[in-house]
């Protein structure tokens, strides 16, 4: 069992292209997460389509043993997110299984849209905020200006601002001992019933739908009995386990952290984003808030240029919205095109993003209608 006061968990927040990613790779090598010869460029950027553009998509996890400087052995679970407002429902997702935010600023750049965005909904889960100026081996680089400019027009404190390099790796101790020192510990109760939140799930081949929990109160262990609160099904864990960036199979996952398990679920709509777990035996009596349901802006129409591709483009959509629950689409015919779906996304880049996946992951050739938003008309 671990101490749930020596548990840190927290996300990592930004604009685009601040540094969040190159940074948790710096604290994944400090730390001893993975050896230097399995270290490489963005390790927590898994997609192809991540690692060619530079960006992050999906919000991913890690455990990290860290041992600070006055000799105690903490656990550091780190949420790393993306920035670009198309993916934002991922940053209200991880900030809700996390008790504080490292909001790094580029030194050379400033405060901009997505750092407002992002801080304010850190504020708004109650968050401890460590503000971190990176990029500071730039000669563009000005951090007095910047840490201004912060207390201006976010009004957080930055007087234990930390100055960084995640090129360099110059500052990410001080982070990390900030975390340590700064952030609150969870709040849980290993003695309580069950009670946890379902952050995110996917599809994998081999195992089926992998559930990442964050554990309020209670364990989970393997062979256990979970029920689904939102549509009451019951299942057995098969297993049990953390990312250390890679999976590792683990005994329980102890009140405050962060974990997956693994339970033979084959469909993925049986595990809603933002559902409660808790166990049929000793039940608890109302769920968690789970998140807001975020609204498709953009719509489009996707086509399959063979018509006999029909079914495995209805194969290859479903698939993906068992990993994006932001996606919607419904059946669509069309006199010029024949069958086809009508599709909602999040923006212009999720569209983008999502076409692209399609192609490549299930060999489509698609045809996209131009793209178009919902508005009002009021007649006169």
């Not at 469909?267 to 409660?276: C, I, M, P, R």
């Not at 419904?330 to 692209?356: M, N, V, Y």
Request: proline share 4%; net charge negative.
């Amino acid at each position: 069992m671990s101490d749930i006061n020596k548990v840190r968990n927290f996300a990592i927040i930004a604009h685009i292209d601040h540094g969040k990613s190159t940074i948790a790779d710096r604290m994944i090598q400090t730390c001893g997460g993975l050896s230097a010869r399995e270290m490489k460029e963005q390790v927590l950027d898994s997609m192809d389509i991540e690692r060619e553009r530079g960006i992050t998509i999906k919000a991913q996890t890690v455990k990290l043993n860290y041992k600070s400087k006055d000799g105690n052995k903490y656990i550091l679970n780190i949420i790393d997110t993306p920035g670009h407002v198309d993916f934002s429902y991922e940053v209200s997702r991880s900030l809700l299984a996390c008790e504080g935010s490292v909001l790094i600023v580029d030194s050379s750049q400033g405060v901009e849209a997505q750092t407002l965005a992002n801080v304010y909904q850190a504020l708004d889960n109650n968050h401890e905020i460590i503000p971190v100026l990176n990029k500071i081996d730039l000669p563009a680089s000005d951090t007095v200006k910047v840490k201004k400019q912060i207390e201006d027009v976010i009004g957080i404190d930055t007087s234990n601002t930390i100055n960084c390099s995640g090129k360099t790796g110059e500052g990410v101790d001080d982070i990390l001992e900030s975390i340590v020192k700064i952030l609150p510990p969870p709040k849980g109760n290993f003695e309580k019933p069950l009670k946890c939140l379902l952050v995110d799930s996917w599809y994998d081949s081999y195992l089926g739908v992998v559930i990442l929990v964050r554990e309020i109160d209670g364990n989970l262990k393997k062979e256990m009995e979970i029920k689904m609160m939102s549509n009451n099904s019951k299942h057995i864990i098969e297993k049990v386990g953390v990312f250390t960036p890679k999976p590792k199979d683990i005994e329980e996952i102890s009140s405050g952290e962060i974990g997956f398990i693994i339970t033979g679920i084959r469909s993925l709509s049986d595990t809603k984003v933002g559902d409660t777990i808790c166990d049929p035996s000793n039940p608890i009596d109302k769920p968690l808030p789970g998140f807001k349901a975020s609204k498709p802006v953009v719509f489009c129409g996707l086509f399959p240029v063979d018509n006999s591709e029909h079914q495995k483009l209805k194969d290859g959509l479903a698939k993906l919205k068992l990993n994006d629950s932001s996606f919607s689409y419904e059946a669509e015919s069309s006199a010029a095109l024949g069958l086809g779906f009508r599709c909602g996304f999040l923006g212009l880049l999720h569209l983008e993003i999502i076409t692209q996946r399609l192609e490549r992951e299930f060999d489509l050739n698609l045809l996209t209608t131009t793209p178009g938003v919902v508005y009002k008309v009021h007649l006169n």
